[in-house]
């Protein structure tokens, strides 16, 4: 049952991120002079998201549970990341790892890497042995920086579970 909980609840926080995503892409003027940026490397392949209009980072609050979502994609119908930060405080400076249910509480983090050719690589409950650290450098008003890595497994397919290393985001948090 906890099992399925979590699987439902990776799913739905997924296409949020993703509608989060679609609703804050309007044309804005943050003076970043082009610098905000989501890397890192999966399975020996370099990955970057830099396109400025389609980074951006949401934090909110239900009850007790508190989230944050920082997504990358390089348009509709092709590759997309999504970080997403769970916990029963508010989202800060911290290392989110790997996730669970802390409580009526979900905390630590669930990253989802869909590539070009629509394999998706997540560490969840239902991805095996994956596991991940996310680690918040810096939280403004107006961005969210920091680290991650880790070891993803496909959602969708048979695929071997993958490293994933170097992972840097600097993202506008959205208004």
């Known amino acids: ?42 399975d020996g392949t370099h990955v970057e998201f830099t396109d400025q209009h389609l980074l951006t980072a949401t934090f909110n609050q239900s009850g007790t549970q508190h989230t944050g979502s920082i997504v990358g994609t390089k348009g509709i119908g092709t590759s997309s990341v999504a970080i997403n930060l769970f916990d029963s405080t508010a989202i800060d400076a911290n290392t989110y790892v790997n996730q669970e249910l802390v409580g009526t509480s979900l905390v630590g983090a669930i990253i989802t890497y869909i590539d070009l050719n629509g394999l998706s690589l997540s560490q969840t409950i239902v991805s095996g042995g994956a596991s991940i650290t996310v680690e918040i450098t810096e939280i403004t008003d107006k961005t969210v920086r920091g680290n991650f890595f880790g070891t993803l497994a496909s959602t969708t397919s048979q695929v071997a579970e993958v490293p994933l290393t170097d992972g840097q985001f600097l993202v506008p948090i959205g208004e």
């Open 1 to 42: 049952m906890k099992r399925s909980f979590l699987h439902k609840l990776t799913a739905i926080l997924i296409v949020i991120a993703i509608g989060v995503l679609m609703f804050l892409t309007s044309c804005r003027n943050d003076g970043s002079g082009g610098t905000y940026s989501i890397s890192f490397t999966v």
